[in-house]
């Protein structure tokens, strides 16, 4: 229930613009690195001191307007300038409906070529998150077309998807990124039980550790992650050929400890000012993130939490008008 009502506040277009426009946070200053390139640089720069690589994600999604996609671009452009300039270690993650795969494929493929190539001068490596069911082989296409001229991009499995499977035998000379599902997806394509999709998870892992290019397990589950650390020593397979990746601000003590293990961590760093999908997206995940927000902007600002709280009614109702 809660699950479906975060998901349906996420791609709620009008309370996105709400929230940019007049700056409700909600507590999304923990769990993303700020609004601009200096703040997101400077939280890079201190997983960097602790040996963990970030993933950079200059937030944004389903753009519907040509100009919104350009500027997007233009802002991972000055990413990828940032990255190097800065000499950080770090990669970008974008999303193709930020770069305009809703308003026309080959717009959208040009706008991807440009990031690649600038990327691919510097020697950066750019995945591509894999976003609903509505976008999966679009965005396979998309990867498809670039492979052609290009090396460093890289992409995201789903487990929640039934053809997940046959999905990373195809790509499983790629790097990639293996995660559960963020979006809700309906029954007929995807697992929506937690154990199936957790035992997909599992078993995606294993063979593109044993089969693949490098992997990315993107999980804050412990069991997966100890299962993993488990199945490696098992079959010899060496650090170098993967990495754990956690998202920014979930799980801190686990990505240090990981790291100070001597495993390759890297974090998902999201930043920029469209933040408002991806943190309804992460209360959708574990409601319980909610209390760790609002715990944390309580002890900031008594009355931020009376604003937390008329806000959440207010977006609640909205919503629901909204979706008459
Ligand atoms: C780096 C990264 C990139 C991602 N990219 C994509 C993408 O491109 N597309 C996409 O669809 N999804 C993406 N996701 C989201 C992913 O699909 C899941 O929705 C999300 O990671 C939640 O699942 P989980 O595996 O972390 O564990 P969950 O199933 O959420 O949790 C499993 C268990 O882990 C423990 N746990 C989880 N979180 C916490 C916490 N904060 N504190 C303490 N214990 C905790 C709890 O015991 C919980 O029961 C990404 C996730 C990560 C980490």
């Given amino acids: 229930m809660l699950k479906d009502f975060f998901i349906g506040m996420s791609q709620n277009k009008l309370l996105n613009n ?12 923990s769990v993303v690195a700020g609004t601009n390139i200096e703040e997101m640089i400077e939280s890079v720069k201190e997983l960097n001191a602790h040996g963990i690589s970030c993933t950079i994600d200059n937030l944004g999604e389903f753009v519907s307007d040509n100009e919104e996609a350009l500027e997007a671009k233009r802002q991972i452009l000055n990413v990828i300038e940032a990255i190097k300039e800065n000499d950080i ?24 070529r440009e990031l690649v190539a600038r990327a691919n001068d510097y020697n950066i490596f750019i995945n591509f998150d894999m976003e609903d069911y509505g976008h999966l082989h679009p965005s396979f296409n998309l990867i498809d077309e670039l492979s052609k001229d290009y090396s460093n991009i890289g992409t995201v499995i789903q487990a929640y998807f039934f ?20 979006y809700k997806e309906p029954e ?16 995606l892992v294993e063979y593109h550790l ?40 979930f799980r801190k003590n686990l990505q ?9 961590f890297c974090t998902y760093v999201p930043f920029g000012h469209d933040w408002y999908g991806y943190f309804m997206r992460r209360l959708a995940e574990r409601p319980q993130n909610l209390n760790l927000m609002v715990k944390q902007v309580f002890n900031k600002k008594t009355n931020t939490l009376i604003g937390i709280g008329a806000g959440a009614f207010l977006l609640g109702r909205l919503s629901k008008r909204k979706n008459k």
């Fill in 256 to 264: 240090l400890e990981l790291a100070k293990e001597g495993y390759n």
């Fill in 163 to 182: 053809e997940s499977e046959e999905n990373i035998q195809t790509y499983k000379d790629y790097r990639l990124r293996l995660v559960k599902g963020a």
């Fill in 18 to 29: 709400m929230a940019q426009k007049y700056g409700f946070k909600l507590g999304a200053q």
């Fill in 89 to 112: 270690d770090a990669h970008i993650s974008l999303k193709p409906t930020q770069l305009g795969l809703d308003i026309d494929y080959d717009f959208c493929l040009d706008n991807l």
């Fill in 210 to 249: 044993l089969n693949g290019k490098y992997t990315s397990i993107a999980t804050h589950d412990h069991h997966i992650i100890n299962h993993v650390k488990r199945f490696v020593k098992d079959n010899n397979i060496p650090k170098e050929k993967f990495e754990f990746q956690m998202l920014y601000g």
């Fill in 188 to 203: 007929a394509i995807a697992y929506q039980d937690k154990r199936e999709i957790d035992q997909n998870l599992i078993k």
